[in-house]
């Protein structure tokens, strides 16, 4: 009996067949996933912005969809907005889940290769899968989806300037697109700042060639802020800080959940590993510390901390196992699973689409004059600011389009505080929809509100005869 050679498997036969097997029920996994686009309701919304942008809004001064939000706000996702209304209009349906499905596999295709490049092929498929796992909360065709594609972008263009010394100028011109696609933009340029110093700090090149690295973080700001929205771009981020009491997406996680478990895992998998290493360097640990960050921020920066942290764990998981460059075949085959993921999509059914519980109402809603205030929750309302566009929708979900002070007075109607039978009067709604359990919903009832349809879920109701 021969030995085995240092770093061969096992049992090879074995490990040349796990990731492909795993890459089998990751394409599975991906080709059910594509059938929800439409499960959360602000693509919703989105469309409906895109649409206004379309037509006439001014992208430096847009307009407001209803006078109940008065806020002087800044569009931070117009271009992925203008994109999916265009796609919905030339393409309808079809061309949504074709959208959805092209950039989720190219985020986890650009994953596997990030991680691919410092472990072998099982351990990549492997991590990428656990990433995927994390992100299922948050995937549905909305425009932070950019902002998980373009951290990947940013997290392998330093990678390789980590290797080369070679400034990745190509980031500068992705600060202005990712600026023009979603507000997440600032966490990519200082993503990329910190990433900089550390490159920096690591490979102490000459004053030049320093000066030429740190001098793309500054570059993808400055794109940003040249954008047709300009500079006030940088108040959009204050705002959005201060709408977390009202948003869930921008509230501290909950880490010790089932649904946080791949987060949790890979930040604990990240300490332990770079524990036993000998060859730490200080990318390693600001990597570390920029991925526990984004798991501890907010919910919606989590996806964020999953990418980050499994780019720590691939090196030091690689130590027990042999690692050779990526081959063609593997390519070729990877490759082959993304376009028969895409190729799949449009032919599947829909399903978890937030518009289905409120399709029921159609008929009667077309049928009140056009201009009616419609009483909703945030769900709801982001819904039907695309479904019906006759109608007025003061609550929709769009967050930036309304003060702090409408914010709170819309929060307490909701949950009937004190004061709410005010706003309620001042928004003087000619029609409501509204969850079955809703408090809101039970206090019209009974005011004498009159139920005009019912479903398991919703209820529309019509005000009382003045």
Not at 155 to 172: C, E, H, K, S, V
Not at 345 to 355: R, T
């Amino acid at each position: 009996m021969t030995e085995r050679a240092q770093g061969e498997p096992r049992f090879p036969l074995l490990a040349r067949a796990y990731a492909p097997l795993v890459a089998l029920l990751l394409t599975a996994l991906l080709t059910a996933l594509v059938r929800r686009p439409l499960r959360a309701f602000d693509t919703y919304f989105h469309l409906r912005f895109g649409e206004e942008f379309r037509r006439d809004w001014s992208i430096a001064h847009p307009g407001q969809l209803s006078s109940a939000s008065t806020n002087d706000w800044v569009p931070t996702q117009w271009l992925s907005q203008v994109a999916l209304a265009r796609i919905d209009d030339s393409s309808g349906t079809t061309g949504l889940v074709l959208a959805f499905a092209a950039v989720v596999v190219a985020f986890v295709a650009a994953t596997y290769l990030l991680l691919r490049r410092h472990a072998g092929p099982g351990i990549a498929i492997t991590l990428t899968v656990v990433v995927v796992l994390g992100y299922l909360p948050s995937l549905s065709l909305r425009p932070q989806l950019l902002s998980y594609l373009f951290l990947v972008a940013v997290l392998a263009a330093w990678d390789g300037a980590r290797t080369t010394g070679r400034p990745p100028w190509a980031l500068i011109p992705l600060g202005w697109l990712w600026a023009t696609c979603h507000g997440m933009w600032l966490i990519g340029v200082a993503a990329c700042g910190l990433l900089a110093v550390l490159v920096v700090v690591e490979r102490r090149p000459r004053r030049a060639g320093a000066l030429a690295l740190l001098a793309v973080p500054a570059g993808m700001l400055l794109a940003a802020l040249v954008t047709p929205v300009g500079p006030r771009l940088l108040t959009a981020v204050l705002l959005v800080n201060s709408r977390a009491d009202y948003f869930a997406e921008w509230a501290a996680p909950e880490l010790i959940t089932v649904a946080a478990a791949p987060v949790t895992v890979l930040a604990a998998a990240a300490v332990l590993l770079l524990v036993r290493r000998t060859d730490v360097r200080p990318y390693d640990l600001g990597l570390l510390a920029m991925g526990g960050a984004f798991a501890l921020y907010s919910d919606r920066t989590v996806p964020l901390a999953l990418v980050t942290l499994a780019a720590v764990v691939a090196p030091g998981l690689s130590r027990w196992s042999a690692h050779r460059p990526v081959a063609r075949t593997e390519l070729v085959v990877a490759l082959g699973l993304a376009a028969v993921v895409i190729a799949v999509a449009p032919n599947q059914g829909l399903v978890d689409d937030s518009a289905d519980r409120v399709r029921p109402f159609t008929a009667r809603l077309d049928a009140l004059p056009a201009g009616t205030r419609v009483l909703t929750d945030w769900p709801v309302g982001g819904v039907l600011l695309r479904l019906e566009p006759g109608l007025d929708i003061p609550l929709h979900g769009y967050g930036d389009v309304y003060t702090d002070a409408e914010l709170e007075r819309y929060a307490d109607l909701d949950h009937l505080e004190p004061g709410w039978d005010r706003t309620l009067a001042a928004l003087a709604p000619g029609a409501a929809l509204l969850p079955n359990d809703a408090p809101l919903a039970y206090a019209l009832e009974r005011d004498g509100w009159s139920v005009e349809q019912r479903t398991e879920e919703l209820v529309l109701l019509a005000p009382p005869a003045s």
